[in-house]
T-cell receptor, first 111, second 113 residues
Framework: QQQVKQSPQSLIVQKGGISIINCAYE??????FPWYQQFPGKGPALLIA?????SEKKEGRFTISFNKSAKQFSLHIMDSQPGDSATYFC??????????FGAGTRLTVKP | DTAVSQTPKYLVTQMGNDKSIKCEQN?????MYWYKQDSKKFLKIMFS???????INETVPNRFSPKSPDKAHLNLHINSLELGDSAVYFC????????????FGSGTRLTVV
């Protein structure tokens, strides 16, 4: 069974808009929550990650919001650009081991 | 270049054949993984090795056999290939020191015909 549920499956955003992808998990032992970005023909690449002791982490245009009580976390991409068009995966693991991935969100940013 | 490298990038083979995919990392990482990505892009862990020892073995047919000759290499051998084995296989690695996520290879697209 899927341990990390991700939505939406696909997302279309206009250039300059905000892209929001949501994930939920069940296993309260998870303590590391990364987001990966995958371009066609490439492997997933680590984008940003958060641990449950903080509620938000920001790196440039990318922000993770984390809600421990709801067991949910989300990725916000501000000022979305066509170059951000990719598949995004949320993931969760215990101590950075045995990473479990969400099903992925295909983001398209229209010029 | 420091990286996780997989070979071959593409593999087309007939049902029933045996094939291998090789993975090497020069990052000095301690743990290596194989993931399978299906046609819907879902990434599923298959195996994990730490310093040449098998740590995770998910519910994978025993036609799949990983081999780690040293901690920088993790190869995947598949016997009696089936149509359902067609997917992209990703190798990944991580360090036990510090927590910086996984580094993935660029994948091997396996097509069984």
């Amino acid at each position: 069974q899927q341990q990390v549920k991700q939505s939406p499956q696909s997302l279309i955003v206009q250039k300059g808009g905000i892209s929001i992808i949501n994930c939920a998990y069940e296993n309260t032992a998870f303590d590391y929550f990364p987001w990966y970005q995958q371009f066609p023909g490439k492997g997933p690449a680590l984008l940003i990650a958060i641990r449950p002791d903080v509620s938000e982490k920001k790196e440039g245009r990318f922000t993770i919001s984390f809600n421990k009580s709801a067991k949910q976390f989300s990725l916000h991409i501000m000022d979305s650009q066509p170059g951000d068009s990719a598949t995004y995966f949320c993931a969760a693991s215990v101590s950075d081991n045995d990473m479990r991935f969400g099903a992925g969100t295909r983001l398209t940013v229209k010029p | 270049d420091t990286a996780v490298s997989q070979t071959p990038k593409y593999l087309v083979t007939q049902m029933g054949n045996d094939k291998s995919i090789k993975c090497e990392q020069n990052l000095g990482h301690d743990t290596m993984y194989w993931y399978k990505q299906d046609s819907k892009k879902f990434l599923k862990i298959m195996f994990s090795y730490n310093n040449k020892e098998l740590i995770i073995n998910e519910t994978v047919p025993n036609r799949f056999s990983p081999k780690s000759p040293d901690k920088a290499h993790l190869n995947l051998h598949i016997n009696s290939l089936e149509l359902g084995d067609s997917a992209v296989y990703f190798c990944a690695s991580r360090s036990d020191r510090g927590k910086n996520g996984y580094t993935f290879g660029s994948g091997t697209r396996l097509t069984v015909v």
